[in-house]
Structure formats: C-alpha cells, structure tokens
C-alpha cells in the first residue's frame, strides 16, 4: 500500500512538473517548450531568398532548404513556402501582408505532417518568436 | 438494329443527364452580406503550395454528390453560423473575392490517402492566414452520410477559426478524452461541435480546450473574436421591449420567458452569451412562448432557421 502511494505521489509530482515547464501566457495561448526569438531583417531575407539556401534566423536556428513556391494574393500578401532540409525535412510557410500605412505582418508555421512536434511564428509587442509545441495544437483532425 | 441504336442514344442521354444532374453544384450563400467568407468545395481539383504538399500535388476528386445532398450539408452547416458576419458559400467566385484574411476553403473530396484515416483535418487558425491553405473532409470515412459530412464540415471550420477541441479532464486536471462527446452532462443529448459532433445534438459551447485544463475556450466568442474579425451579424440592441426580425416579432421579454411572434415554422436555439445552449426547439406559425428557467438573465442570443429564411439576434432579456 505504501508503495503504491509512493507511486501515486511521484506520478503526481511529473505531471506537476511537466504542467509548470509549459509556459501557456507568452506569447499564444497554447503550451510550448521552447522559443527563438527573430528578426523582421531575417524573415525579409527567406522572402529574398532563391534556389538552395541557409539564413539564420536566431542564433539557435537556421533555414537550409529550398524554395517550392512564391505567390502574390493580392499587391499586400505574398505567401512563401519552403522546403527544408536541416528540420528534419518540415515545410516552412510563411504570410507577409501589408496594410494601408504599409505596417509589414508576417506569419507562419514549420510543419512535417504526422510528427509530433511543430513550430508556429507568433508575434507580441513588436517582437516576432517561433515557439516549438505540439503538432496536434497546429493541425487537428 | 436500329430499335437497339435508339436504345444505346437514350441510354446514352439518360447517363449524360445524370452525370450532369451530379457534377452540378447548386450556388449558395448563406449570408452574402458578409464579406469574410467560408468556401464549401464539392467539386475537386489540385492543391499545391499548401503545407498539406509534403509529398508533391495532391489531386482532390470532386465529391460526386448529388446537388439536393449538397444543398442539405450547406444548409446544416450554415445553421451553426447564423449568429456570425459569415458567409458559407458553394460559389468560387464569392470565395475569390474575399478578402484573403477572412476566407478558408473546405474541400469536400472521397479519400484523404495522402494523410490517413481520418474525417477531415484542417490548420488551426488558417481562415485568417492569408495564404489560401484548405482544410479537408473525406468522405468515404463518414459512410457518405451527409449528417456526418455537415459535422465533421463544422468541426473543421472551427479549427480554422481558431478552434482546439473540447477536450474532458478529471478533477487532477489530467486529460480523459481530448475529444469531449458531452460527457461534462449526462442528463443532456448535446455534444460540443469541437468535440464528437456526430452521435448527439452538437452546438458551440464553453468548456476546457486540449491546450489544458486551466483555461476556459468559449467557441463563439473565439469565432467573432481576433485575428478572425467576423463579429456578429446584429448589434444589441438593449431595453428595446419589442423588435422585429425578418419572420419574427418578439412580443414580450421577461424573466424566465420570451414571447415571439413567427410568421412561420423555424427551428430555434436559444444561447447566453457565453454560448452556453439553453433551449431549442421549433418556433410555430403564430404565437410562441420560449422557457428557459435555467438561463441567467441579461443578452441572450436567438437563432432561428427555416427553409426560407434564417437569422440571428441578440436579445436583452429583462
């Protein structure tokens, strides 16, 4: 009996832990394990890019890859999408628009379909962040 | 021989007229002065430069419904959209004209080979993305039914406006079921649209989302919410003590009931702003008194819908 509630109790203490190591205020609303924070300059450079490429992002995270596609919505969106090769192969896609006052907004996630883990560029005061999370938060069935 | 010849012509034009009656998508919009806009796709074609094209093109066969089914899935899936600015349309061109950060496109297509067995999926947030990624529903996982085809249709619109699932956890906050099928009420035959929508009456509720226990998603006010930029298609307009709607006049309001007069028969659903369903039923021709001893008081939101006419309204119960 003693055991078991040896058991219960360290059971209860992970799922403390793991529940404290998710930060779920800053910067979305969903769990994350980690972020890097990047530059508008560096995303600006992956729309620049051409062919085969790597551009560092943050100092924990570089793009090597390819692009597949570049397309124009309308004069204030252009949507890019990227193949990569160093994040185990995951489409990286990302959404520039611009508004009236030409403000630039960018947004994007870096995906492999069926892995368990993905990422999601998210934006807060200014500041632009890819937080690493479950992939079930960002594609769901 | 030529009684045969005329035989095979008929035969011939019988088939062109049914496959045609079939690849026929009836035009329909639910709410056409709504400019943000959710496209139902039944007619197939290929996606490319999406997320979903890991592995190259994908080739989405055109549903092979036939146009009354069509019809029948636009119209239930509307009814879970009658309180939004939003427009459901079967009609490419009112998807074109969308603006690009308040469209989604829900491809209605048999096999979803390319991802596994599964109903549909969709990106979370993707309406308001900007870059045209579908979301999906297969059919031939939900037996061609078209009640499962509306839902899992609703379900996945609601990824796309932001929605997680409702998901059920224990009092330790450890999570049961990530998808919640209305285990949260026993007593009731309701089930959240982003849980299991298939089996029970489904609605748009308030509950905790798979991200945790320790929030609260409240789907409607999600859905009108940021970065979507819907809002509700009717401002509130309080402490007027009688209001007339297309179809309806509602007579009296006061604690516990609502009097309404309907110039027809309607399905109704009765919410508090929460989004929290309080009653529903059908209104009749003529006079109606509404019940909900439960609800609290304070705005309450009426939908009604009808084979001619539907709409929504928020309404100060006094």
Redesign the interface.
């Known amino acids: 009996m003693n055991t078991l509630k040896t058991w219960l109790c360290i059971c ?1 203490l992970l ?1 403390c832990l793991n ?1 404290a190591a ?1 930060n ?1 205020s800053f910067p979305e ?3 994350y394990q980690s972020r890097y924070e990047v530059s508008p300059e560096s995303l600006e450079n992956l729309f620049k890019a051409t062919g085969h490429f790597t551009i560092p992002l943050s100092p924990d995270l570089a793009i090597t890859g390819t692009v ?2 570049r ?1 124009e ?2 004069n204030s ?1 252009t ?1 890019l ?1 990227i ?1 990569t090769e160093n994040l185990n ?1 995951a ?1 990286l ?1 990302l ?1 520039r ?1 611009s508004n009236t006052n030409g403000l630039v907004h960018y ?1 994007g ?1 870096l ?4 892995e368990q883990k993905g990422m999601l560029l998210v934006e807060k005061e200014g500041h632009y962040y890819f937080i690493r999370t479950e992939q ?6 | 021989m030529k009684r045969s010849a005329t035989h095979i012509i008929l035969l011939g034009l019988f088939t062109t007229t049914l496959l045609s009656v079939k690849a026929q998508t009836p035009i329909l919009n639910s709410y056409p002065a709504a400019a943000a806009t959710v496209y139902l796709d039944f007619n197939g074609g290929v996606v ?7 592995h190259g093109k994908i080739v989405a066969e055109p549903a092979g419904l036939a146009p009354t089914t069509i019809a029948w899935i636009h119209k239930k899936i509307a009814a879970h959209f009658t309180l939004f600015n939003l427009n459901i349309t079967t009609d490419p061109a009112v998807y074109e004209r969308a603006p ?2 308040q469209r989604i496109r829900i491809i209605f297509t048999p096999e979803g080979d390319w ?2 067995p ?7 947030g993707s309406f ?6 579908p979301a999906w529903v297969f059919l031939n996982y939900l037996s061609g039914n078209p009640d499962y085809i509306a839902a899992s249709a609703t379900h996945q619109i609601g ?1 796309t406006l932001g929605l ?2 409702q998901s059920v956890y224990d009092s ?3 999570m049961i079921s ?1 998808l919640s099928g209305g285990e949260n009420n026993v007593l009731s035959n309701e089930a959240p649209l982003m849980g299991i929508p298939f089996y029970k009456t489904a609605s748009w509720s308030s509950g905790t989302p ?3 226990p ?2 609260i998603q409240n789907d409607t006010t999600l859905i009108a919410g940021s970065p979507n930029g819907i809002g509700y298609r009717k401002s509130l307009s309080a402490g007027a003590p009688a209001k007339t709607m297309d179809g309806i006049h509602i007579e009296k309001q006061y604690a516990g009931t609502i009097e309404l007069n309907s110039t027809d028969d309607y399905a109704f659903r009765l919410y508090d702003i929460s989004g929290r369903l309080l009653t529903q039923g059908t209104l009749r021709k003529g006079w109606n008194q509404i019940q909900a001893t439960t609800a609290s008081e304070g705005v309450l939101i009426l939908q009604w819908y009808g084979d001619s006419a539907s709409g929504s309204e928020k309404i100060m119960r006094q």
Do not use: F
């Not at chain 2, 490319?48 to 890991?54: A, K, T, Y």
């Open positions: 209860t799922c529940l998710q779920k609303n969903i769990p597949q596609s397309t919505k309308s969106v949507n999408l193949q192969g489409m896609s959404s628009s947004t996630h995906l492999k379909l069926h079930r938060y960002l594609v769901a069935e | 490319d430069g999406s997320l979903w094209n890991e690009v950060h991802w596994g599964a109903p549909g999926v969709s990106a979370i308001a993305w900007g870059d045209d990624t990824h997680q699932h330790y906050g450890i990530e798979s991200t945790g320790g929030s």
